[in-house]
């Protein structure tokens, strides 16, 4: 058995169905609070003039008259604890009293003020069944409120239990509030969600106060992008807010800098640990980022950016002309650009290779603040290849200080070849497929010059 500890207060608030509020955004959403009460017998205990019982009761029930008047809520109870001895050890004491409904806040306080403790703390298999008291409807925001003074009694593990629901995306990381708590207590439940202190009915009242402000209110957030220069100039890209908890996707915001020249007020849920995702090229991410009921939060984050472009000389027959972008000395692909356009790309260095013939290759190309890097790119020729043999095997190779790099292959089932390809000095080398000589390879030196047209015959 678990040694009891210090008693106290735990506040427990979490969220099922997190799905549902990328999409709620747009729609209104409805909140369901279930309040899950400790009744066992260690309730009795004092906190200053009365029991702990006495005390929660009284607090909840003032805490449901002031959410009685709230539009689009329902709230719920259920009870552990409550109908067994403590002798009898009931690990499995907990009931759903009175279930989601429009309107039963005096049902809700009768039964909360009708409640006896008797038994033990069963917090791990409470919160488990608490998970499928909720029904299954879109644009909802679930959310528990668990009070207790103690810790599990029942062998189980809340902390196993919160962290497979959260990655399962069923609740949220908990609120956690204790009374008359000790370091010991408040390290048992540092798994389970965030901690508070209350050592008084006061203490309990503001907590009960904090956690239902949060269940019901989105509070406003404001996303600094910030230049070189650290100031918030930058703008225009996406922002994703996923639960740093279970990674479900929460919000995205496209940054705007309003008519006043500062970054926009976006709404965020406080209930939640943010990890944010900046969509630039490469990404930008801040995790841990908590925001404040009823504050107005700035969050910053670096992400200085310029602009990169290939432009081709003169004339070109390039149709869809692409570039690839890299991290200098990375292996991964950033981006795929069309040359035709601009894109925008952290300060930087970053490695190039545009898909032409052959493919051009640059390396640490810097990208500057507020400036635009373009890559200048020859214009290319014509390669008009005539082939009068049946079957062929047919390689274009680019010489290049009397070394050959390979460009590409020519399809053996067409006779006729038009490539637009780069001012250069190549070789065609080609064998005919009937041919069982290497002795019979030939080839063909030629020399491709800008915006003009090379006529090679294979025979």
Not at 86 to 101: G, Y
Not at 181 to 196: H, I, M, N, P, Q
Not at 339 to 350: F, R, T
């Amino acid at each position: 058995m678990i040694k009891k500890l210090i008693k106290g207060l735990f506040l427990f608030l979490a969220m099922v169905g997190l799905q549902t509020i990328v999409g709620a955004q747009s729609h209104p959403i409805k909140t369901r609070i279930l309040f899950l009460l400790d009744a066992s017998g260690s309730m009795y205990a004092k906190l200053e003039n009365d029991s702990r019982i006495n005390v929660a009761k009284r607090l909840l029930s003032r805490t449901i008259d002031s959410l009685s008047s709230q539009s689009n809520l329902e709230i719920a109870l259920r009870v552990y604890g409550h109908t067994s001895p403590p002798n009898q050890r009931n690990c499995k004491d907990t009931r759903l009293e009175v279930p989601f409904r429009a309107k039963n806040f005096e049902e809700v306080k009768k039964k909360i003020n009708g409640i006896t403790p008797k038994g033990t703390t069963l917090i791990a298999h409470s919160l488990l069944q608490a998970s499928y008291d909720f029904p299954a409807e879109p644009y909802t925001r679930n959310v528990i409120i668990l009070i207790t003074d103690g810790i599990e009694e029942c062998q189980g593990d809340p902390c196993a239990v919160s962290e497979a629901l959260q990655s399962k995306g069923v609740i949220l990381k908990p609120f956690i509030i204790g009374v008359g708590s000790t370091e010991d207590f408040r390290k048992a439940f540092e798994c389970v969600g965030r901690y508070y202190d209350a050592n008084t009915e006061k203490g309990f009242e503001d907590a009960l106060k904090i956690v239902v402000s949060q269940a019901l209110n989105n509070t406003t957030a404001q996303v600094n992008l910030l230049d070189i220069m650290s100031k918030p100039t930058e703008t225009n890209v996406n922002m994703s807010f996923y639960d740093m908890n279970s990674g479900q996707l929460l919000y995205n915001y496209m940054h705007t800098i309003n008519e006043r020249g500062v970054p926009d007020t976006i709404q965020l849920d406080p209930v939640f640990r943010y990890r944010m995702v900046v969509h630039t090229i490469p990404p930008v991410v801040k995790e841990n980022i908590d925001v404040s009921p009823g504050k107005h939060t700035i969050i910053g984050v670096s992400a200085p950016q310029g602009e990169m472009q290939v432009k081709v000389e003169g004339l070109t027959n390039y149709n869809n002309l692409q570039f690839i972008v890299r991290k200098h000395n990375s292996s991964q692909t950033l981006h795929v650009q069309d040359a035709a356009h601009k894109e925008k790309y952290l300060v930087g260095k970053y490695d190039i290779e545009v898909l032409c013939l052959p493919r051009m290759i640059s390396r640490e190309v810097t990208v500057d603040q507020s400036h635009t890097t373009t890559l200048q790119l020859p214009q290319p020729g014509k390669l008009i290849v005539n082939c009068q043999l049946q079957d062929y095997y047919a390689d274009v190779y680019q010489m290049v200080r009397n070394e050959l790099t390979w460009v590409c292959k020519l399809p053996v089932e067409k006779r006729n070849h038009l490539l637009i390809i780069q001012p250069g000095d190549y070789k065609i080398i080609y064998r005919a497929k009937g041919s069982s000589r290497s002795s019979n390879t030939f080839e063909r030196s030629f020399k491709v010059n800008s915006g003009q047209s090379t006529n090679i015959l294979l025979n």
